[in-house]
Structure formats: C-alpha cells, structure tokens
C-alpha cells in the first residue's frame, strides 16, 4: 500500500480524497518510481477541482510532474536506485500523476536528474519552469537579445511567470512584469529580476491593431486580451512566446502586427518536448537560476494541503511554486 491524492466522480462533482492505494491499482508502465516530490501547477488546481475538463477517467491521482527514486525497471535506460524527473505526456490527466508515493511509467517519460540538481529542487523548478525555460529559449532563438529592448511577462506572479522573469534577469535582460496583484506581489517580482512591475489592467483593455512599440519579446501565460494588446504593443520584428491561457484560450487580435511589425508568434508546448530538448533546458535552467529563487519564490507544503491550494491556485490567489512533499 502507498499514500496518495485519489480523484472520484460523484454526481459530476470531482471529490478529492487523500487515501492507501495498493500497488496492483498502478497503471502499466516500464518504470517504477518511489516519488519524493510533486509540485501544484495550475493545471493540476484543474484537475483537483474539477473546475477545467483535464480529466475524463476515474479514479485518477493528479500530478502532471514529479522526481523521485526508481525502484524497479523493464528498461536497460533506467536501473534501481537511479534519480529522475517526470513532466508532462499526459501524467496526471490520463495517466495517474505525481501526487502520489508510487508511481508507474513510461520509461520514454522519464529524464535522469541533471548533476547540480535534487529531487526538489527539480520539483521547485517543475513543469512551470521547464516551460519558462523553453519560452525564454524560443526568444533567444528567435533573435531577441537583452540589447533588444524590455522583455514582457505576463502572469508573473505564477509559476511560469516567476520563473520566467528569474531566468531572464539572469541573463541580463531588462524585464517588465504583469501581474493582477501588484500591491501584493511588486516588491516580490522586483527582487526576484524585474526592472519594473505593471497592473494587469494595463493589458486588459481594448487595443488598437496597432499600438506605440514597447516590447522586444513577451513571455505570455495568459492569452486573451492581455496577450491582444502585447501584441499590438511589440518592437517591430520582436517575438512573443505563448504557453498559457489562464485569460481564456480566445486571441482577439488582427494580422496588423504580424504583417506590418513582422512579429513572431511563437507557440511553447512542454508537454511532448523531446528528450533531448527537455534535457538541454533543464541544464540551463539549473544553471542559470539562483539560490534565491528557491529561497523567495517556492513554498513546500504535505500532499494534505493540495486539495485546498487548488481551490486557491485557480482563483489566482497562490504565488510562485508549491512544491508538494510525498515522501
């Protein structure tokens, strides 16, 4: 028997329930991995609460990532005792997650941990910020330097968001923040690299096709108008890395900054990242991000707490990572 976050359905109603499992309840898998950390991503607040369609069979224990300790193993790639990392393909939508002390899958799944790094110290970084981390490496790819001009966050105060805005400072970038809770959460964003912090409303209102240039390059999380008006706002020949719609998944903009700015639209996807770009991006990841990040922008709670964190991360109302102890 193991200890884990099980998800039912009553009556259309996703209930949440902290529960022993035995181990023949395991999906099939190569791979079995003795899990220590998961961390809350707003997807996973989701999932928990029912309040998105991320899961469509029951029971399911959420979790789309986690790090732990392989125990057993059907693939030459992994032996007993190895450390690794799961994000992403599905884990913890349609295939139970990392919310839980046992987990079986998919040897293809996995990623060994990288030197440097600890099982939470990956979890700290997660999803969100393997994601961030791809954002950021889209933008360089596309051409946009810290000389470029200021660099845009959007959804800062969140997973990705925070991460994002470690990562380019970093690398010398001049980085404005957009966040819906700037009393809150300015002073934060600010020390963790953000030149300037800006309210969300700013965003928010209805732009013209074409607005005075701002941006060299945008990290957005958020879609809808904020992304819109981002849009409308960017340097010609700037670059927009989209991974989120915590605004909505609807784009109300025109083709005026595409075709008379020449902007990039760049679509992050960390979900089906292939092993070898997910391994590249966690060693700069790991490389790049300073102790204080972890220090300032994470908070660990027991896998108890998760069912209520939810409820609060899809309200907007949780900052930075939650890194969530299983073992």
């Known amino acids: 028997m193991f200890k884990a976050l099980v998800l039912t359905q009553i009556e259309k109603q996703t209930q949440a329930e902290v529960r022993q499992?035995?181990?023949?309840?395991?999906?099939?898998?190569?791979?079995?991995?003795?899990?220590?950390?998961?961390?809350?991503?707003?997807?996973d607040g989701l999932a928990v609460t029912g309040l998105g369609k991320i899961i469509r069979q029951f029971p399911m224990v959420p979790g789309i990532d986690f790090?732990?300790?392989?125990?057993?193993?059907?693939?030459?790639?992994?032996?007993?005792?190895d450390q690794v990392i799961l994000t992403g393909w599905g884990v913890g939508e349609n295939h139970w997650g990392g919310m839980a002390q046992k987990a079986r899958v998919n040897a293809d799944w996995?990623?060994?941990?990288?030197?440097?790094?600890?099982?939470?110290?990956?979890?700290?970084?997660?999803?969100?910020?393997?994601?961030?981390?791809?954002?950021?490496?889209?933008?360089?790819?596309?051409?946009?330097?810290?000389?470029?001009?200021?660099?845009?966050?959007?959804?800062?105060?969140?997973?990705?968001?925070?991460?994002?805005?470690?990562?380019?400072s970093q690398l010398g970038y001049r980085v404005v923040a957009s966040s819906g809770r700037v009393e809150e959460n300015g002073e934060w964003l600010k020390q963790l690299g953000a030149t300037d912090v800006i309210d969300r409303s700013e965003l928010e209102q209805d732009s013209r096709p074409l607005e005075k240039q701002r941006w060299a390059g945008v990290v957005d999380t958020v879609g809808n108008k904020v992304l819109a008006?981002?849009?409308?706002?960017?340097?010609?020949?700037?670059?927009?890395?989209?991974?989120?719609?915590?605004?909505?998944?609807?784009?109300?903009?025109?083709?005026?900054?595409?075709?008379?700015?020449?902007?990039?639209?760049?679509?992050?996807?960390?979900?089906?990242?292939?092993?070898?770009?997910?391994?590249?991006?966690?060693?700069?990841?790991?490389?790049?991000?300073?102790?204080r990040f972890y220090e300032q922008a994470c908070q660990t709670v027991e896998l108890d707490a998760v069912p209520e964190l939810a409820q609060k991360i899809v309200a907007g109302k949780v900052t930075g990572r939650v890194l969530v102890k299983v073992s």
């Open 229 to 291: 008006t981002a849009l409308a706002q960017m340097n010609y020949g700037g670059s927009a890395a989209i991974c989120g719609l915590a605004g909505g998944f609807a784009l109300p903009t025109t083709v005026m900054p595409f075709i008379l700015r020449g902007v990039n639209l760049l679509g992050v996807d960390s979900v089906s990242c292939p092993f070898a770009k997910r391994q590249q991006a966690w060693a700069q990841a790991i490389a790049l991000l300073p102790e």
């Open 67 to 81: 790090a732990g300790v392989v125990s057993e193993s059907a693939d030459p790639r992994y032996q007993a005792g």
């Open 110 to 168: 996995l990623v060994p941990m990288p030197q440097e790094c600890d099982a939470a110290k990956a979890m700290m970084i997660g999803t969100a910020g393997l994601t961030a981390m791809l954002c950021v490496q889209a933008l360089q790819s596309a051409g946009v330097t810290p000389e470029a001009g200021e660099v845009l966050v959007t959804g800062a105060s969140g997973g990705v968001g925070s991460v994002a805005v470690t990562l380019l």
């Open 21 to 43: 499992v035995p181990l023949t309840d395991l999906p099939q898998g190569d791979v079995l991995v003795d899990v220590v950390y998961s961390s809350l991503n707003y997807k």
